[in-house]
């Protein structure tokens, strides 16, 4: 199914949050999802075929994105720049397959919680090791931290998860 967000009907400056999962992505992007999205706060884009960020639009109080099940490789530097707030970011079950890609999210000071589950980089020797000390500023990453507990499933109003 492909969905268009038409003008007026979703891009309320009221909406904080959106769920666009199993909607087909055109050429990387889904349309009608833009800018005017300035409350959002989360976003799931999970199995929607995206294969790219490059065409994500700003949206600068995101904190928690899921994007899970795409077929994105790379181009990770985008969310620094357009979803400076994240904290939690799910990419798990998409293409990602070495530390460098990785690297472009050590921009992402507030991120706290990254899911890579699925992705080839599992598969590399020490992967959680070197995953927390590229991203020091991670706690959680697919669900446990370094010690292997697991993470809350909930966090407070400042993106601090709950214990």
């Keep these: 199914m492909l969905v268009k967000l038409t003008s007026g009907l979703l891009s309320s400056p009221k909406v904080t949050e959106l769920v666009l999962d199993n909607c087909r992505s055109s050429n990387g992007e889904i349309e009608g999802l833009n800018d005017s999205f300035k409350e959002l706060e989360f976003l799931s884009m999970a199995s929607v075929e995206l294969t790219s960020l490059a065409k994500l639009p700003t949206l600068s ?16 530097e985008v969310l620094a720049e357009r979803c400076p707030n994240l904290t939690y970011l799910n990419l798990s079950g998409n293409k990602i397959k070495d530390l460098g890609t990785v690297e472009a999210l050590q921009n992402l000071k507030n991120l ?3 899911d890579l589950f699925n992705c080839e980089i599992t598969n590399l020797e020490d ?30 109003d400042e993106g601090n998860f709950l214990k």
Excluded: C, M, V
């Excluded at 109080?61 to 990770?76: A, F, H, Y």
């Design 61 to 76: 109080k995101l904190r928690k994105l899921e994007l899970s099940d795409n077929i994105i490789s790379g181009g990770l």
């Design 112 to 114: 706290k919680s990254l």
């Design 127 to 156: 992967y959680r090791d070197s995953i927390f000390e590229l991203l020091q500023q991670i706690t959680y990453l697919d669900g446990f931290d370094q010690e292997d507990n697991e993470a809350p499933d909930s966090e407070d």
